[in-house]
């Protein structure tokens, strides 16, 4: 039970809602209207492909959009993480992050190219972990 109010207090104090008071909104405004475009760009030279593969004409704006919709559902969820309670974990994370990009090196290659640790029904690209923890480092 402890140990359960532990985690409750350490996921109340992780997300602070002073960081959505703060936004830019303005670089929220411009990069809505860059997807925006973006969609239009990507339906109008891709809808003729789509339909020939008989796949659809909207077919890759569907799957783009989901994308869109969830990247923007993870840039809500971690802007409203407080960095400062990541401190004490962001060096054993580094050193983790550090140890998978190693461990790359001794996997096979996919495609002749060692990018990726195969984990079976997918394959993890450490180097895409390791932007982010750069960066919160």
């Known amino acids: 039970m402890i140990k359960r109010n532990r985690q409750k207090r350490f996921f109340s104090n992780l997300f602070n809602n002073k960081n959505f008071k ?10 809505g209207v860059l997807l925006i475009f973006g969609l239009l760009s990507l339906y109008s ?11 659809g004409s909207f077919y890759y704006l569907k ?16 802007s409203g993480i407080n ?4 401190r004490p974990y962001i060096k054993p994370a580094m050193l983790i992050t550090v140890a998978l990009l190693i ?3 001794v996997c096979p290659p996919i495609a002749n190219v060692k990018r990726w640790i195969p984990l079976g029904l997918m394959n993890f690209q450490t180097s895409e972990l390791a932007k982010i923890i750069l960066v919160i480092y």
């Open 22 to 31: 703060h936004m830019d909104y303005s670089f929220l405004l411009v990069s």
């Open 45 to 55: 030279s891709s809808s003729i492909y789509a339909h020939n593969k008989d796949a």
């Open 63 to 78: 799957r783009q959009s989901l994308g869109i919709f969830i990247g923007l559902g993870g840039m809500a969820f971690i």
């Open 83 to 86: 960095l400062k309670k990541l």
């Open 103 to 105: 461990i790359t090196l």
